[in-house]
């Protein structure tokens, strides 16, 4: 089944301890996206991927690092979380450099205390 | 990125009445692509809109790309509760950097 996998899909951390959160994607697509949820603010994009090795910033990047070693992993990594980094996260992938249908991932609740 | 707004935030409609949401932007899109989200879920594709004045239907949805492609719309016809969710715009193709609407979240009363 083709699917966006995010784990874990419920966080509470404390300020400053750093944390990963994975997405992999089964699909062999090229472009991947990380975005956070926000009440009334809708989906911002933090980062995004065209390819392996190649990342980008999107609209909202402070606070988050991302990599991008292998095509079907694209981790969101906070060095250093702050309570303002507490949102819902995406990851996304689609198939031609974000021009085709985006595949959303079940989603990540992320809470800083 | 380009700033793409989208109305109404919220609508709250009976059952069987007719929904639209619009989304705005201040330049030309290149695509644009509609996605809904229901209550506790991830967004979902809906459609992509790719020509100047396109159209195109799904069952009770319609969805038109504006003759300038600076704006859309998403008409549901006679809403049934399953409608219940954010529908979300986003402009797509040509940008590796992609801009949501804020979204419309519809309520629908039975």
């Known amino acids: 089944e083709a699917q966006v996998t995010q784990n874990p899909r419920y966080l509470i951390t404390v300020t400053g301890k750093k944390l990963t959160v994975t997405c992999s994607q089964n699909m062999n697509h090229e472009y991947m996206s990380w975005y956070r949820q926000d009440p009334g603010l809708g989906l911002r994009q933090i980062y995004y991927s065209m390819n392996v090795e190649v990342t980008d910033k999107g609209d909202v990047p402070e606070g988050y690092k991302v990599s991008r070693k292998e095509k079907r992993n694209f981790p969101l990594i906070l060095e250093s979380p702050s309570p303002n980094q507490t949102s819902l996260y995406f990851c996304?992938?689609?198939?031609?450099?974000?021009?085709?249908?985006?595949?959303f991932g079940p989603g990540t609740r992320l809470t800083v205390l | 990125g380009q700033q793409v707004m989208q109305i109404p935030q919220y609508q709250h409609v009976q059952e069987g009445e007719d929904f639209t949401t619009y989304c705005n932007s201040s330049?030309?899109?290149?695509?644009i692509q509609w996605y809904k989200q229901r209550p506790g879920g991830h967004p979902v594709f809906l459609i992509q809109?790719?020509?100047?004045?396109e159209v195109k239907k799904q069952k009770r949805l319609t969805f038109q790309f504006g003759e300038a492609k600076k704006n859309s719309s998403l008409h549901i016809t006679a809403t049934q509760t399953t409608d219940v969710g954010t529908y979300f715009c986003?402009?797509?193709?040509?940008?590796?950097?992609?801009?949501f609407g804020t979204g419309t979240k519809l309520q629908v009363i039975p």
């Open positions: 330049t030309t899109l290149s695509n």
């Open positions: 996304a992938s689609s198939g031609l450099a974000g021009q085709d249908e985006q595949f």
């Open positions: 809109l790719v020509k100047s004045g």
């Open positions: 986003l402009n797509s193709g040509g940008y590796q950097k992609v801009t």
